[in-house]
């Protein structure tokens, strides 16, 4: 999926919500544990209850990973039951030397290897340049680089001055830009940090951001909007917790449908005063 | 096993090698590919062959995952062969905000949870603190976050000069420091850096670090020790390539204990000068 085709489902649907599937086997609702795969069947309601809302989904790797093989069992089973149409994050923050990457990259993107065939995945860029580039070599595939995320702990490295007087997270995105383009590249900007996002649209105007931290986190939606839009919206906005839990009872797909339309409503009151 | 334990085996054993787990289903030898786990069944040769010239092994995460399900269960497999008494690392790099690296935390560390113990893992710096930190509330476990890597990009971000006129890589060491004990915290420093090994020394003068890059990368065994070894040795030295892909076909496991042997006497004779 391209810019264009991504920008095409965003206007049809009038949201940007990315919905996240951090799906944490000890709070689902009682009722699901006695299923085969209770993480499946939490996530396929969801789906049911949130696609029509949302253009995208973000499984969180981890979450998958902590239950082992069976975990990666019920991920697959996941993947398999979105809609087409709808964009697929792999939020898995992976990096490491070129050969390494390259086997990351198999690992969701090459359905024929792992079974996966996510539209994108995202990356810690610390490694630098070879461990980006595999990722981009798999052909209408996205590369999501970490820049100034939204936890506490983003002060420790991402807002370090450099010697030349910028923060270094701009470096990262300043460097990443030359790796590809804005039809295979995305960054990760909490909404935490929604000061930034002018600095951050000079630097890159026309890539499209993920911005976590609406919700739970205390994100400002407006605020993200308003200094992040870009002509062709250029914001996925996640929220995981927020909707995945507004309820923890047989409600819950209810619930989350209403959480996650309310979020649509309000985006689409956004895509409308900003684009 | 914290760090005096370690240092016991290394003694004992003469060696601070590191045997590298990257496991290639398209570079094993084809004898091997009839056998019903073909990736398992290479390991546990390759582990046969080594485990008396090693006292770690590190299989890197991305080539299990690039095999989806199955992958994870060739990996449970290896991992409950390795012998005790060797350490175990698991190569992942990850990082993530505090509660989502405390499932990652729960993938390597929580037996109960995922199925896998590691002694240690890897984990990328740039989100800071809280994504580092989960994975440091696990008793008697290690965290190995990523300085100094073996690999060209590793000049991208890591040797960028700070305002305070250090490289970036030394403001992550020195952060780092803060957060644990040097029976927590070792530090990937790749053997292809020799020539900072004494500045990193200065910095982190206690800590283990894990040093990829001899071997296939073309790093120097000698400078490594002669720049990097403290008092407790203070090197786990990893070779992946060279050890695993010594043979390619019925030979390949005794070529391995070859060079793994190699590898272990060159070492004795590096802990007997500067130890």
């Known amino acids: 999926m391209n810019k264009a085709a991504l920008f095409s489902i965003i206007k049809e649907k009038k949201s940007f919500l990315c ?31 949130t696609a ?33 149409g709808i964009f697929t994050i792999a939020d898995a923050k992976r990096g490491d030397i070129g ?23 995202t990356v810690a860029p610390y490694m630098g340049e070879d461990s980006v580039k595999p990722f981009l070599e798999y052909k209408g595939k996205w590369v999501i680089v970490l820049a100034l995320t939204s936890n506490s ?3 420790d490295f991402q807002t370090v001055k450099t010697a030349e007087g910028d923060f270094f997270y701009e470096h990262v995105l300043e460097k990443c830009l030359k790796w590809g383009t804005d039809d295979q590249l995305m960054f990760v900007v909490g909404a935490t940090q929604a000061t930034s996002f ?4 000079k630097i890159a105007p026309s890539n499209f951001l993920l911005v976590p ?37 047989e409600n819950f ?5 209403a959480e996650a339309k309310n979020m649509q409503q ?4 956004l895509l409308e005063a900003y684009l």
Chains 1, 2 share one sequence.
């Open 99 to 121: 050969n390494t990457s390259s086997l990351y990259a198999s690992a969701f993107f090459d359905k024929a290897s792992s079974g996966f065939d996510f539209d994108s995945v």
């Open 153 to 155: 702990g983003s002060s």
């Open 52 to 84: 029509d809302f949302c253009v995208a989904y973000k499984p969180n790797i981890a979450f998958y990973e902590a239950m082992g093989a069976r975990g990666w069992e019920s991920l697959q089973k996941t993947m398999a039951y979105i809609p087409a």
């Open 19 to 49: 919905v996240g599937l951090d799906t944490d086997i000890k709070k689902i609702p009682d009722f699901l544990r006695k299923e085969k795969d209770p993480v499946f069947e939490f996530n396929r309601r969801i789906i049911d209850a």
């Open 266 to 269: 309000q985006m689409q009151v």
């Open 198 to 201: 002018a600095a951050i649209r």
């Open 253 to 257: 797909a209810r619930l989350a449908a």
């Open 213 to 249: 931290g609406v919700g739970a986190q205390g994100g400002s939606l407006e605020m993200v909007a308003k200094f992040g839009m870009n002509a062709n919206c250029g914001l996925l906005v996640n929220a995981s917790r927020s909707i995945i839990y507004a309820g923890n009872n």
